[in-house]
Nanobody, 116 residues
Framework: QVQVVESGGGLVQPGGSLRLSCAASISMFSIAVMGWYRQAPGKERELVATITNTGGTNYADSVKGRFTISRDNAKKMVYLQMDSLNPEDTAIYYC??????????WGQGTQVTVSS
């Protein structure tokens, strides 16, 4: 019984900010690897950022310096702070949970639209 639910998406002006949240109802959240992915219309889903159980992070080159991934193990939440947004950031953003047994769980996604 695993649920992954994203929230926080919406419409934002270029240069603006949004913070996405992901709630994962998994018993061993603290040792899971969490990730944010995105998929724009007509494009393949791509990695945005990941964070390990020890707090190590990786970012796509396109978002380095603008996006920050973080986690709160007590709340079983992962966040993606997005700053300096531009239209090419427009996509559906998905949260992924990867367990120590290499099982992946995906959320349904939240739409982010950057437009003037």
């Amino acid at each position: 019984q695993v649920q992954v639910v994203e929230s926080g998406g919406g419409l934002v002006q270029p240069g603006g900010s949004l913070r996405l949240s992901c709630a994962a109802s998994i018993s061993m959240f603290s040792i899971a690897v969490m990730g944010w992915y995105r998929q724009a219309p007509g494009k393949e889903r791509e990695l945005v950022a990941t964070i390990t159980n020890t707090g190590g992070t990786n970012y796509a080159d396109s978002v380095k310096g603008r996006f920050t991934i973080s986690r709160d193990n007590a709340k079983k939440m992962v966040y993606l702070q997005m700053d300096s947004l531009n239209p090419e950031d427009t996509a559906i953003y998905y949260c992924k949970v990867t367990t120590i047994s290499a099982r992946n769980y995906w959320g349904q996604g939240t739409q982010v639209t950057v437009s003037s």
